[in-house]
């Protein structure tokens, strides 16, 4: 559900309770002469009933009910009427609400090209001659997306939308202001009573540091207006008038070619019309990307040299130990057997380090996979569906690989205990750093 912005809205309390699979949201929203209630739900595909108890009370004057009840009915265009159809076509004819579906399929598989009428949208009496309805082409998703018009004015909120102009802020009067604020009084461990203080903090000191203005009005963009795409979908709706006579599994094929190749043009023109200039890319030696190619070698230069880092004189001696350890696996037989320790020094060769007959652990050869896996890797950037040249990679793991993670996992347990005195939050590849004291500086430090 998506509302124009500035309108003036305020959402409903939640029903339901813990026996009733049924998702609810609804929001009220101000217009000249009245005030209309929209009521969004979603019940699963299960075999559970309507909870009609509580659908009874959604059902009130000038309001909108509309969602996936994956409820089937004849009424509004379904191949069939299940018996959650029939219940909600019961509902409905007794509250006196009208169904604006005119049987346009809401649903239309992406696999299977069979279509169904799953999205329901029913609406009181009051606004039913100010209404309409119509489904839109979808962009990938089963479910159509579908636009649903009232012919009325509404309230806006009338503010002013100021945005910060961070181009322009004095960040030395924001620190002086903030630092003055906040040593004025003494910082205590009760977070609830020192979080609106902070807050007070940093909002002051950006009032009089950082100047704000209008923000410069764009057109609103539709990506599914886009002329790229019109001739595809055009195209595909022919197909499924072929697949819908002749259903073979080469038409079904190409459905499924052509709604990738509509997907990817809606992301691409998506991107080109970000309002955000993602090409200015600024190479090492301060060049200015001009075009998608350049800013893509720029970034591939710049993850190759990050990847390229120094180590102290003890990280050299472990890499040494480390790399003679796994050229001794090519000579020796699977029987022998190694312990493996995680080292925080994040390079190809760093992150075993090696005891030999002490504890079971990876034989040779799995070491030495291990190795061969990890190295001599070259990887390259795409950026906006243009390729950069390959360059060698120093650290990391490759993407969509099963193993990736578990080597990952390895490689940063233990990280826990280099970042004491704060505390750390782990999951996944999310790491959380904090720390609470009552003098900034030793937090700082």
């Known amino acids: ?27 009220t929203v101000l217009s000249k002469d009245r005030t209309i209630i929209i009521k969004n739900l979603y019940h699963p595909p299960n075999s559970q009933h309507l909870d009609t108890n509580m659908m009874e009370g959604l059902f009130d004057d000038n309001t909108m ?25 019961n509902l409905v004819n007794d509250r006196a609400f009208l169904c604006l579906n005119d049987g346009t399929p809401t649903f239309r598989s992406n696999s299977y090209g069979f279509t169904d009428v799953l999205d329901l949208t029913f609406i009181s009496p009051g606004l039913f001659p100010y209404s309409s309805w119509r489904v839109l082409d979808n962009f990938g998703c089963d479910h159509l997306p579908i636009l ?3 012919d009325l004015k509404v309230n806006c909120t009338g503010a002013k939308n100021l945005h910060w102009n961070f181009k322009k802020a004095d960040w030395s009067l924001f620190e002086n202001i903030s630092n003055n604020l906040i040593s004025q009084e003494p910082i205590s461990d009760n977070l609830e009573k020192e979080w609106p203080h902070f807050k007070h903090t940093i909002f002051t000191a950006a009032k009089s540091s950082i100047p704000r203005g209008k923000s410069i009005q764009t057109r609103t963009f539709f990506a599914h207006n886009s002329d790229l795409n019109k001739p595809l979908i055009s ?22 070619k052509l709604n990738a190749e509509i ?17 200015a ?19 591939v230069q710049h993850y190759a040299n990050e990847s390229r880092l120094a180590f102290s004189s003890s990280d050299k001696h ?24 995680i080292s925080p020094y994040p390079n190809y060769l760093l992150p075993f380090k090696i005891w030999t007959n002490k504890s079971h652990g990876p034989d040779s050869k799995a070491l030495l996979w291990i190795s061969n896996f990890r190295n001599h890797r070259n990887f390259c950037v795409n950026f906006h569906a243009t390729f950069s040249d390959s360059y060698k990679t120093y650290q990391g793991i490759p993407q969509s690989c099963v193993l ?18 704060s505390q750390i939050g782990l999951f996944a590849d999310d790491v959380v750093l904090w720390c609470s004291d009552a003098n900034i500086s030793k937090m700082e430090s």
């Open 404 to 421: 990736s993670p578990t080597l990952f996992s390895l490689f940063i347990s233990g990280v826990e205990k280099y970042v004491k005195p």
């Open 65 to 89: 009910i509309l969602g996936d009840f994956n409820a089937k009915n004849f009424t509004w265009g379904s191949t069939i009427t299940n018996a959650r159809g029939l219940e909600l076509s």
């Open 235 to 256: 195209q595909r709706t022919e197909l499924l008038k072929v697949i819908a006579q002749n259903g073979s599994l080469d038409k079904k094929i190409e459905l499924n």
């Open 1 to 27: 559900m998506f509302l124009i912005r500035d309108i003036h809205f305020q959402r409903l309390p939640d029903i339901g309770n813990d026996t009733s699979d049924l998702e609810y949201l609804g929001i």
């Open 318 to 341: 472990l890499a040494r130990v480390t790399r003679n350890q796994i050229k001794s696996c090519r000579d020796r037989l699977a029987d022998t057997h190694y312990s493996m320790l």
């Open 263 to 279: 997907k990817k043009i809606y992301v691409q023109v998506k991107r080109s019309n970000c309002n955000e200039e993602t090409n």
């Open 148 to 150: 649903v018009e009232i």
């Open 281 to 299: 890319i600024i190479s090492d030696n301060g060049h200015v990307s001009v075009d998608a190619r350049e800013a893509a070698e720029a970034l």
